[in-house]
């Protein structure tokens, strides 16, 4: 079974700190995800990758840079955390191809205090 | 631009009782289409997809989704609900040669004793 981990399930952190928000796939996977999810808005895409340091801006980009290094880590940074960025984050991998599902990590809960 | 659309925000009903959660996508190109399940404090995990073939196609838990071309529809039913079916599901569409997945808003179910 494919499985994604993220590096936290819960995080508080300070306006104005920068944030790393990690997350592994350990089935060679070539895209990658970021999303955050709030009530009422479902899932918005904030990076996506699909190859070592390649990225692609997803629907909600500002304020987020994202880092893949290697191909089975996909990084989130938040430059200068804000409180409107209190969210759930996941992050999902793939295969290549539009047809293939995305296999989801457990999520984390991410405060801006 | 392709869109999944979730006409019910929230569906409350009784165990074993029957359900149907509806879905409808827009889309120019050729789609592929999901349902995924995220229970309380979990990621997404996927439930059950469309990709050609049969138009409906059913999950290891009694679900079953109808590919309807003509109607744009993708709508999720299962005959008769337990209380573990509690949780949100979203509809889902990807495309030829794409990378990206869209999500719909997501359908809270809540099913009663």
């Known amino acids: 079974d494919v499985k994604v981990t993220q590096s936290s399930r819960y995080l508080v952190k300070r306006t104005g700190e920068k944030v790393f928000l990690e997350c592994v796939q350990d089935?060679?996977?070539?895209?990658m995800f970021w999303y955050r999810q709030d009530p009422g808005l479902g899932l918005r895409l904030i990076y996506f990758?699909?190859?070592?340091?390649?990225?692609e801006k997803g629907d909600i980009p500002e304020g987020y840079s994202v880092s893949r290094e290697k191909k089975e880590r996909f990084s989130l940074i938040l430059e200068s955390a804000s409180t409107n960025q209190t969210s759930m984050y996941l992050c999902?991998?793939?295969?290549?191809?539009?047809?293939?599902?995305?296999?989801f990590g457990d999520g984390t809960r991410l405060s801006i205090l | 631009a392709q869109s999944v659309t979730q006409l019910d925000s929230q569906v409350p009903v009784f165990e074993e009782a029957p359900v149907e959660l509806r879905c409808n996508y827009s889309?120019?190109?050729?789609?592929?289409l999901f349902w995924y399940v995220q229970y309380p404090n979990q990621g997404l995990q996927l439930l059950l997809k469309?990709?050609?073939?049969?138009?409906l196609v059913e999950s290891i838990n009694g679900f079953e989704a109808e590919f309807n071309k003509s109607q744009t529809s993708f709508h999720l039913r299962k005959p008769s609900v337990h209380i573990s079916d509690t949780a949100e599901y979203f509809c889902?569409?990807?495309?030829?040669?794409?990378?990206?997945?869209?999500f719909g808003a997501g359908t809270r179910l809540f099913v009663k004793a």
């Open positions: 999902a991998s793939s295969l290549m191809s539009g047809n293939q599902p995305q296999h």
């Open positions: 089935m060679d996977h070539e895209n």
């Open positions: 990758s699909y190859d070592v340091k390649m990225k």
């Open positions: 889309s120019s190109v050729s789609v592929y």
């Open positions: 469309y990709l050609s073939g049969s138009t």
């Open positions: 889902a569409a990807g495309n030829t040669g794409g990378f990206k997945t869209i």
